[in-house]
């Protein structure tokens, strides 16, 4: 099949899950003790990861423009990180408090760093993840709106989510010019899969051992 049907079925499949994950994240009712900051202050790991992730791939890559779309997205994920803390600070939280590296990397974090190929690499973290994230945020948004927190919702709504976008968008034009062989079809649509089936056991997880539901990020 050429790329762009190719994608264009990925696209389908995609979306079909993540509407079953929006779903399921968006059914759970955060534990009591879990506030809109306190749900906010789990973006930071994930954004943590999500730059660090960037800058891993970054070194391995021989394609400029993947290296330079990688670098982008590096950025952008740590200035997300910064937007995080400041607005947990207006909400009386000191993330000097708080340690986003606590725990290790997460299992998305390992399976990502471990992909051994650029198609794969973009299926997976930017194209399926970046969806991913986008999803878990219109939650989180719809969450904060209802909760009365208008400056959180505003925050993603207007700076966080259009990134997000650009970062799923990326990974569709490069899948375009880099998933034309039968075998780089095959590896994409394997990692994408992965990373969306890890995804619904990280949030099922999250949602039976500590009540998390709602949470913003990937
Ligand atoms: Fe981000
Ligand atoms: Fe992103």
Known sequence: MDAAAFVEELDRAVKSRLADLGQAAAAGEPAPELGVAQLLSLALKKELEASEEAALWM???????VKLALA???GDEAKHYRLVEARLRELGVDPSKLSP???GPTPMFQYLAGLGSTVERVAAGQ????ALAQVHNDVFIAYCEAKGDHGT???YRET???DEAHHHELGRKLLLRLAVTEDAQARARAAAERTLAM???MAEMARLKKGIARAPGC
């Open 59 to 65: 070194t391995r890559e021989d394609d400029v423009e």
């Open 101 to 103: 590296l606590a725990g």
């Open 199 to 201: 995804a619904g056991e």
């Open 160 to 162: 966080i989510q259009p």
């Open 127 to 130: 194209f399926t993840r970046e």
């Open 153 to 155: 919702a505003r925050l």
């Open 72 to 74: 982008r997205q590096c």
